[in-house]
T-cell receptor
Framework: DAKTTQPPSMDCAEGRAANLPCNHS???????VYWYRQIHSQGPQYIIH???NNETNEMASLIITEDRKSSTLILPHATLRDTAVYYC???????????????FGQGTELSVKP | DAGVIQSPRHEVTEMGQEVTLRCKPI?????LFWYRQTMMRGLELLIY????????DSGMPEDRFSAKMPNASFSTLKIQPSEPRDSAVYFC????????????????FGDGTRLSIL
């Protein structure tokens, strides 16, 4: 699986959009970009994933560049409860990929401040 | 729907004792994963199962660790004998094989077991 690079920490004001970047310059054509987050003392929580098109769900939006070498997770209106470590992961997603292992890096620690 | 359920939430035991961690995956999920999280090493995959069969146990640190999945609704991770360096938070996750597009669905994690070996 391709490796990812994320800033170790970011701050965001409550109510503003949080934009979390991720570089994955060695991503291959059949690898998806996944985002998870981990709030203190809880298990990782799935946020969103995508292949090449931008994706949006009730939690966030995922913007993937045209060359797929980087992506941005957008939390449109950050709240204090969004304070967490955010992990960007790329992995093969196929029923033939033995389950698609998740390799977690160090992630970005997002602090949402009042 | 109930999520992934792990027990116990906290475990404190003395070095040398046997420790058993338990996990109930989400009903209908055919993949089950065991992870360990420490400050030094972050989140590491230990082992995963597909349809109750171990597929990849390359992350299991040593023979003191073993995992079983006797049926689709239950798995255990056992450490015998336990050592202080095994202290960590252990997470269980499950997912299902997607239909149609052959895309695995996201993994859903339990709240973990915080293990302390004295």
């Amino acid at each position: 699986d391709a490796k990812t690079t994320q800033p170790p920490s970011m701050d965001c004001a409550e109510g503003r959009a949080a934009n979390l970047p991720c570089n994955h310059s060695t991503i291959s054509g059949n690898e998806y970009v996944y985002w998870y987050r981990q709030i203190h003392s809880q298990g990782p929580q799935y946020i969103i994933h995508g292949l090449k098109n931008n994706e949006t769900n009730e939690m966030a939006s995922l913007i993937i560049t045209e060359d797929r070498k980087s992506s941005t997770l957008i939390l449109p209106h950050a709240t204090l409860r969004d304070t967490a470590v955010y992990y960007c992961i790329v992995r093969l997603s196929s029923i033939y990929n033995q389950g698609g292992k998740l390799i977690f890096g160090q992630g970005t620690e997002l602090s949402v401040k009042p | 729907d109930a999520g992934v359920i792990q027990s116990p939430r906290h475990e404190v035991t003395e070095m040398g004792q046997e420790v058993t961690l338990r996990c109930k995956p989400i009903s209908g999920h055919d993949y089950l994963f065991w992870y360990r999280q420490t400050m030094m090493r972050g989140l590491e995959l230990l082992i995963y199962f597909n349809n109750n069969v171990p597929i990849d146990d390359s992350g299991m640190p040593e023979d003191r660790f073993s995992a079983k999945m006797p049926n689709a609704s239950f798995s255990t991770l056992k450490i015998q004998p336990s050592e202080p360096r095994d202290s960590a938070v252990y997470f269980c996750a499950s997912s299902s094989t997607g239909l149609g597009q052959g895309v695995n669905q996201p993994q859903h994690f339990g709240d973990g077991t915080r293990l302390s070996i004295l």
